[in-house]
């Protein structure tokens, strides 16, 4: 099947933070596509970078935080920003946040303001994009709020966000990241403080989006289940690097990168046999600023062999778009070196 | 046993090397320890007998002999305020550690039994707080009288509210924790539940409450003597070295008499405080 | 809500008579007996008429008839008669209240503009030199006795600069209310400073606190601008608790501040309760703390009352 | 460029602020800001006399000489005493009016010393002499609604006393007589809070145009005034923080001070003249020997401890040390400048050797700590005390000093709780100063108990005028002085008047501050 428009090109990205006195590597080379009507999945254990990426992206790095290479295109409609030229805070990148790229964050309880109600904070956005009039503007928010599922739309814009749910208050936010109908939509670990069946709610009300108005979305989760159900297309990242990035179903059949497997034998899934044990990885992970050659699972890796622990380990596509960044591929069509 | 102990240091390690690593909360301490030394070992330090009255060189502007020249009766400014600081010092010291004693001790009780007591002990540190500070420190001069223990007593009388509603708002968040439940559970008495499980999680604020009370009651102690109700006028201290600035003709002609020592003051506290500050970041686990 | 706010507003009440008692109370045990305070110790004034003196004000009454006495003219409106001074006191408040009112007004002016502003201007330039700055501006202003660095000002813009008068308020030859502005410069200068140094460490952290929020976040995804994001979203938020700081300082527009007063020789409520208190007149203390501590009440009571209006979770929850 | 553009404008805009004042053509007289002064009301005049705006404000029925030791004639044209000196006969004057205009009659002067003697603050040179007019107790108790012993016929006031009182004359010579018209329904009590105070009317050479509470108050020459016409056009009182920037600002003309850091200061101001003043303005040490039933104070009782006391402190050089220029050393309540004085008193120079001796006979308790007290607020006293406290710790006397935490009043005669208190007396004459040794003293005998060793001498003082007499009734009362040592006397203190003479021209004959005396004011005139 034919794949969508790439909306979004992130090439060899790298971000530095600078805690104290010293500069720590976060991202090393980060680089994905992000495709319209199609679900890109990051996984990866807490603290591998995941977050960092789409901040980078969306240039809402903190004080510390800044970008040191790489590049980050956005395509719209024929268009192409160069996001890491842009100053973060400036005109033309602020045009493009909230108005093109979406975003939805991880703890809806603190995402919304306490202090103001729930419609204004949706019209916020809308209002900062596009010269509408107050009621034209209610009327899309009234419209958008049925669409996302919150009952009595035109009395609840009016409510403050400690009398909303968790699964409410995170329908809110997808009202506040979409009601400009931006193509992209980046969802920061948006179900993780939810429980499962609100859960499954809001991934099925983003698989309509993406679906009905053929949007990008990139679901950053370390919930593997989830990637099954909605992803199209997984990247595996591990300490900064993507280790392993393909279409869903052939890294779920075929997982190549020794973290991959080890990271899919840790997760319980639903066929899996009464008697087999859940397996973990030897070790914990390393702080940034230990590793700073070779493959930074080497001393974590059952496969390890010398080549891992120096120079640099090249990306190898093992079949059509499933790229691997492992010593063990050598054999395969080498990509040029990020 | 061993294990626990390392980690209880690498604990007080930790916040020391993060404290060291704010620069002025380890000027702060630096200066605030050696001036009290200073204090302490005066007699070391400044060969002058503070109260010793010499009509051959009244009102000599600083010079080698005396550092920070003489005052109207030709006594050493310089030794003055260093036996000066070890009243004020003691008096600031003991009045806001006191303080500190009291409220964990009426913060505990009243955080933890609830109920009566809690709403007597929290109407009356109401009371004491409606009163504005100087007017009660007035009227417990005027009922009290002058004295060292004197103004120790309305120091920590004014002093236990702040850390009573501490401990009382870290008690009743506490309560409800777990670790209460189970220490029940084990028939853990109340009262050592009280002192050794919660109260220990209260001493880092408390430990920043005290340090500033400590700068404020050094102020309020030279602003009581500036008014010449603060300790009986012969005995030496900050304040009392300052209430000679009081006349325009002082400020006027013998700098020396309030410079000094208002620097002296304001440098004592001023170093407390930002000890105070960086108490505050290193024990304040967000930062 | 009503009803929450009517009931803290009658809890004042019984809170304003049981200050009044203690005070009296504490009064009675100053070993200061106002009438002899009416007799200079170094004129042979011993005259027994100041014992029939004592009688006629009824000061040899128990305490807790002259308390019932004191209670039943100020409820009448009566405040009550200076014992040294023989003045009305409601006169007198009269008089020295514009005094206090208007450096105190002008200190708070002061030190909400700086406070606040510099307090959100080094809690958003963090760790810049600006937050440097306003750190030790902040600590310092707390650091210093008032009166030393009144003593400071007097010196260099009284006397070596001869800018501004010595201290007091009114001289003669001012006619209009601008003629004692200089008058005003220094005290109110002294006291806003020390308030502002408070206010500044407050709104500063509560600013901070307040930046970390994850709404935060949310609003730049919005890609709105910096400064709507600093004022719209991170300030509105800490306006609640600087207001609560805010509303604890009314008080000192009513009662002045004793040190201030003290050293500037302005003629305020301050002055009036140094004076009440060192003659023990305690028709004076009575009037000026019960007139404080109504303030500080109400000041608690309008605390309530902000955070109510700006924290829309309070306000529906009662 | 912009910027200082606009700290160019605030500065020149505080400088003008600063100098609005311009001098009027007046005489500028000085209160100080702290207490209640002029807070309300003006003071009334019947506890301190002295305040020039006093003097020139309200006339007594006779008026004395800067020296205070002769009077002239003022609201009365003269007087008889009779051969008994038991009957005063005083014609008033026919032309003084007070300000309103109504006439000064016989019936002001007896309203105002049937007030006096009711009033609760008075000075008691005033009840001294009033409280022997004969039924002067039953008025005061109320049995009788008027003064038996003093009654007037038209012009003329008959006064006749119970005993003979030596300073009478010189004691009516201060006392200031009140309007009857403005005054009569004040109870006499609450005399000094009157409102009539908040616009007071008097009779004498000036009257009051306008009073600002708590800033300044300006008086006017009367025009209805019966004496010579004063040249200076106008009197303004105003209170201010500093005499000093005051003088350096051409706020102020006149000015008496004893403190010594003021002196020092307006001594270097161009265009100020100092006139010192001796006065009979006493500092002394006033000791808790025993209460008024013979309870002795052990560690003060014995009379030698109190005379090593007087040896054990260097008050020459205290008085050098503190206070040079203005401090006389006294050793007898009699100042040594006076012909009266007993040459051959003890005069005790500092012997801390002979001081130990007595200490050692007396046997002195030195494990317990001397109570030193006093009251005044200024630093030179406190300096003084705790000077006091080193010369008694080199003889070995432990003491701890404080300030009065009460008024004086009730911590000296009531409380007592010290042994040795530091006390001031501004005496009218040596009766004041005796008086305090006689057992009718309702204050002292609380601390010198009621022996009355005194009482004989004390009260054929108050009873002689002869100049002679007085002198040899003098010297027996300092020779029991120094036998007893109830009190120890330190020193009198000078007081020093201050005139801008580059713009005042006064007659340059300056008499004791805290009292009435003429001032000659119809020949001042400004520049």
Not at chain 1, 96 to 111: E, H, N, T, V
Not at chain 2, 15 to 41: D, E, H, P, Q, Y
Not at chain 4, 440 to 445: K, P
Request: with cysteine.
């Amino acid at each position: 099947m034919g794949r969508g428009e790439i909306i979004l090109d992130v090439r060899n990205l790298r971000t530095h933070f600078r805690v104290g006195s010293d500069d720590l590597s976060i991202l090393r080379g980060v680089s994905f596509t992000a495709r319209q009507g199609e679900t890109l999945a990051i996984v990866g254990e807490s603290g591998c970078g995941k977050s960092v990426t789409v901040h980078s992206v969306m240039r809402l790095l903190p004080k510390n935080g800044r970008l040191t290479g790489g590049q980050i295109l956005f395509h719209d409609n024929g268009r192409t920003f160069e996001l890491h030229k842009l100053e973060p805070f400036g005109k033309e990148m602020r045009s493009i946040r909230g108005r093109k790229i979406g975003m939805i964050f991880q703890d809806p309880m603190a995402s919304l303001n306490p202090v103001y109600k729930v419609g204004d904070q949706v019209a916020e956005n809308l209002l900062q994009h596009f010269k509408l009039t107050k009621h034209e503007a209610q009327r899309r928010i009234v419209e958008m709020f049925a669409s996302l599922g919150i009952p009595e739309p035109e009395r609840r814009i009016l409510d403050y966000p400690h009398q909303f749910s968790g699964g409410m208050k995170q329908r809110v936010m997808i009202a506040i990241a979409m009601i400009c109908n931006p193509d992209l939509l980046i969802a920061d670990e948006p179900t993780t403080a939810l429980d499962v069946t609100i859960q499954a709610q809001i991934m099925e009300l983003m698989g309509k989006l993406k679906k009905e108005q053929n949007k990008a979305v990139i679901l950053i989760t370390h919930n593997m289940g989830l990637v099954a159900e909605t992803a199209d297309e997984v990247a595996v990242m591990y300490m900064g690097r993507i280790v392993e990035r393909g279409l869903v179903e052939r890294i779920f059949h075929n997982p190549s990168h020794p973290y991959t497997r080890a990271l899919l034998r840790s997760v319980p899934v639903l066929d899996h046999g009464k008697t087999e044990r859940l397996e973990t990885i030897r070790g914990a992970t390393p702080s940034p600023a230990e590793c700073v050659t070779g493959c930074e699972f080497a001393n974590r890796c059952d496969f390890m062999t010398p080549k891992c622990r120096s120079g640099i380990i090249s990306a190898y596509e093992i079949e059509n778009g499933h790229l691997v960044r492992c010593v063990l591929f050598e054999g395969a069509k080498e990509l040029p070196n990020e | 046993m061993a294990q626990q102990k390392i980690k209880k240091s690498s604990l007080a390690l930790r916040s020391w090397k993060k404290l060291v690593r704010n620069k002025l909360a380890m000027l702060g301490v630096i200066v605030s320890t050696l001036m009290i030394f200073a204090s302490i070992f005066a007699n070391f330090i400044t060969p002058y007998d503070p109260s010793k009255i010499d009509f051959t060189n009244m009102a000599k502007p600083p010079s080698w002999e005396h550092l920070m020249g003489t005052d109207k009766m030709g006594r050493d400014v310089f030794s003055q305020v260093l036996y000066g600081g070890r009243v004020s010092i003691y008096v600031s010291v003991v009045g806001a550690v006191l303080g500190s004693i009291i409220g964990m001790i009426l913060g505990g009780l009243a955080g933890w039994f609830g109920g009566k007591i809690d709403l007597i002990l929290v109407r009356t540190s109401e009371v004491f707080l409606t009163f504005p500070n100087m007017m009660l420190v007035l009227i417990l001069v005027a009922f009290v009288g002058q004295g060292i223990n004197n103004l120790i007593f309305i120091f920590f009388i004014t002093g236990w509210m702040t850390p009573f509603r501490m401990v009382r708002n870290e008690f009743l968040s506490l309560r409800e924790e777990t670790y209460v439940e189970v220490c029940k559970a084990f028939g853990i008495s109340n009262l050592s539940i009280i002192f050794r499980h919660i109260l220990p999680n209260t001493t880092s604020p408390i430990m920043v409450a005290t340090t500033i009370n400590i700068a404020n009651y050094i102020l309020q102690e030279a602003a009581l003597s500036f008014l010449g109700l603060g300790v009986p006028v012969t005995v030496p201290t900050w304040g009392n070295i300052m209430n000679a600035a009081k006349s325009i003709e002082v400020i006027r002609n013998y700098w020396w008499l309030w410079l000094f020592p208002g620097l002296v003051i304001s440098v004592f506290v001023l170093a407390a405080n930002f000890a105070g500050d960086g108490l505050r970041d290193v024990l304040d686990p967000r930062q | 809500m009503l009803y929450y706010f009517i009931r803290k507003l009658l809890a004042i009440i019984p809170m304003l008579l049981l200050i009044s008692l203690i005070v009296f109370v504490a009064i009675q045990f100053s070993p200061i007996d106002p009438i002899n305070y009416l007799a200079s110790p170094d004129m042979t004034a011993n005259s027994p008429n100041l014992q029939a003196l004592r009688q006629l004000l009824g000061l040899n009454d128990p305490i807790y008839i002259r308390y019932i006495r004191w209670l039943g003219n100020v409820l009448h409106g009566d405040f009550g008669y200076s014992i040294v001074d023989g003045s009305s006191i409601s006169k007198l408040i009269a008089m020295k209240l514009p005094a206090t009112f208007e450096i105190s007004l002008a200190a708070l002016i002061i030190s909400t503009i700086f406070g606040i502003g510099i307090g959100i201007l080094s809690a958003i330039k963090q760790n810049t030199i600006i937050d440097y700055l306003g750190r030790i501006i902040g600590v310092i202003g707390i650091s210093i006795p008032q009166f030393f660095f009144g003593i400071i000002l007097i010196q260099f813009f009284s006397i070596k600069l001869g800018w501004l008068p010595v201290g007091g308020r009114i001289e003669l030859g001012y006619r209009t209310w601008w003629d004692h502005v200089p008058n005003m410069i220094l005290p109110s200068l002294a006291l806003g400073v020390s308030m502002t140094a408070a206010l500044l460490r407050y709104a500063r952290n509560s600013m901070l606190d307040v930046m970390t929020k994850d709404y935060i976040k949310t609003a730049r995804s919005k890609g709105i601008p910096e400064w709507k994001v600093y004022i719209k979203h991170a300030f509105r938020n800490a306006l609640g608790p600087t207001l609560v700081i805010l509303a604890f300082r009314l008080p000192i527009l009513i009662g002045g501040s004793v040190m201030i007063e003290a050293v500037f020789s302005w003629p305020g409520i301050g002055a009036i309760i140094l004076q009440g208190v060192s003659s023990s007149d305690y028709p004076v203390i009575m009037m000026t703390t019960m007139m404080i501590a109504t303030a500080m009440l109400i000041a608690s009571f309008l605390v309530d009352l902000i955070m109510a209006l700006l924290d829309p979770r309070i306000r529906f929850d009662r | 460029m912009k910027k200082n553009r606009i700290v160019l404008a605030a500065a020149i805009l505080f400088v003008v602020a600063g100098t609005a004042f311009t001098a009027e053509n007046a005489l500028y007289l000085f209160i100080p800001t702290t207490g209640a002064t002029m807070t309300t009301k003006l003071d009334h005049p019947w506890v301190n006399r002295g305040d020039l705006w006093k003097v020139l404000m309200f006339r007594s029925l006779f008026l004395p000489d800067p020296t205070l030791t002769t009077v002239s004639s003022d609201l009365a044209s003269s007087y008889r005493i009779s051969s008994d000196g038991l009957t005063y006969t005083i014609t008033m004057k026919k032309g003084p009016t007070w300000h309103d205009g109504t006439p000064v009659t016989a019936d002001d002067v007896i309203f105002s010393v049937q007030t006096a003697l009711k009033a609760a603050q008075v000075n008691a040179i005033y009840t001294g002499v009033f409280s022997h007019i004969i039924g002067a107790a039953d008025y005061i108790s109320g049995k009788t609604s008027s003064l038996s012993g003093l009654t007037a016929n038209g012009d003329v006031v008959t006064m006749k006393l119970d005993t003979k009182v030596g300073n009478a004359i010189n004691v009516l010579g201060q006392f200031a007589i009140m309007p009857k018209h403005l005054l009569k329904d004040v109870n006499p009590l609450e005399f000094q809070n009157a409102s009539f105070w908040t616009h007071p009317v008097g009779n004498g050479m000036y009257k009051l145009q306008e009073f600002n509470p708590g800033n300044y108050a300006v008086f006017v020459p009367y025009e209805k005034y019966d004496g010579p016409k004063p040249k200076i056009p106008k009197i303004i009182l105003t209170a201010m923080t500093d005499p000093i920037s005051a003088a350096q600002a051409g706020k102020l003309d006149l000015y008496n001070t004893n403190a010594t850091d003021q002196i020092s200061e307006l001594k270097k101001i161009k265009g100020f003249t100092s006139y010192p003043v001796d006065i009979t303005f006493y500092r002394y040490f006033v000791i808790n020997i025993k209460d008024e039933n013979g309870v002795p104070n052990k560690a003060m009782a014995d009379v030698r401890i109190r005379k090593a006391l007087m040896y054990a402190i260097d008050f020459k050089a205290l008085a050098e040390g503190l206070y040079p220029g203005l401090a006389r050393q006294i050793y007898t309540g009699v100042p040594t400048s006076f012909s009266a004085y007993d040459k051959d008193a003890e005069q005790y120079n500092y012997n801390p050797e002979r001081a130990k001796q007595l200490l050692k006979e007396a046997n002195f308790d030195f494990s317990k700590t001397l109570r030193l007290r006093f009251y005044y607020g200024d630093q030179t006293s406190i300096n003084f005390m705790t000077a006091v406290a080193q010369y008694l710790a080199q003889v070995g006397i432990k003491t701890d000093v404080q300030k009065f935490q009460g008024d004086a009043t009730t911590e000296l005669y009531k409380v007592k709780d010290y042994d040795i208190a530091l006390k001031g007396l501004s005496a009218f004459g040596f009766e004041e100063w005796y008086g305090e040794y006689a057992s009718d003293n309702s204050n002292f005998i609380n601390i010198m108990g009621k022996d009355g060793y005194f009482d004989l001498k004390v009260n054929e003082l108050r009873a002689t005028t002869d100049p002679t007499k007085r002198a040899q009734i003098l010297l027996d009362l300092q020779r029991l002085e120094q036998k007893y040592l109830y009190k120890l006397p330190i020193y009198t203190m000078q007081n020093i008047f201050f005139v801008n003479t580059a713009k005042v021209k006064t007659t340059g004959v300056f008499g004791n501050p805290w009292f009435n005396w003429d001032y000659k004011f119809a020949d001042w005139e400004l520049k």
